[in-house]
């Protein structure tokens, strides 16, 4: 009888183990949720065009854009704007990223931003607007233009895209 209880013990510590085993493994169940659609488009090598009396005057080119839910905003990656007067090449913008407003076609640089003119002018600052309408660039930090023979530091400037007339704050010039 020793023999059958001994039996009975192990079978009932068996069956409690095995229950114990398996009541610990927790099933978890798996929910898919459906994502909301997208609010925003994004283009792989963005590229816009603005002309004026069917002249060019600027051109942007980005490897890619976001354009926000309302269609009124592209936040671009790595763009290069052309500026041009009259259909003629004026400057070049490069910055990091930058926002256009696709109504206005003004445009903030975000992060350093760079200008190089037809006339080897070359600009450099941080986060600079372009106001389309009144063709202005201005900034409220830094900035250094390098002209050939002098090289020009201030603070908050505002100049055209041909960078003839420049306004600079705090300026002081180095000759070269």
């Known amino acids: 009888m020793n023999f059958y209880k001994k039996r009975f013990i192990l079978c009932i510590s068996g069956f409690f183990s095995i229950f114990l085993f398996l009541g610990g493994c927790k099933s978890e169940k798996i929910v898919i949720e459906e994502m909301p659609p997208m609010s925003e488009r994004t283009i792989e090598k963005f590229t816009i065009t603005q002309t004026k009396d069917g002249k060019l005057?600027?051109?942007?080119?980005?490897?890619?854009?976001?354009?926000?839910e309302k269609g009124s905003i592209a936040h671009l990656k790595f763009p290069i704007v052309k500026f041009y007067d009259k259909g003629s090449y004026v400057s070049t913008l490069i910055t990091e990223s930058a926002d256009i407003n696709l109504e206005t076609y003004d445009v903030e640089g975000i992060g350093k931003c760079v200008i190089d003119t037809a006339n080897n002018e070359h600009l450099q600052t941080t986060d600079l607007m372009y106001n389309a309408k009144k063709n202005l660039i201005y900034s409220d930090n830094n900035v250094k233009i390098k002209k050939p023979g002098q090289t020009i530091y201030g603070t908050r400037f505002d100049a055209d895209t041909k960078l003839e007339t420049v306004t600079i704050k705090n300026q002081r010039t180095v000759l070269d």
């Open 57 to 68: 005057k600027m051109i942007i080119e980005a490897e890619s854009a976001v354009i926000d």
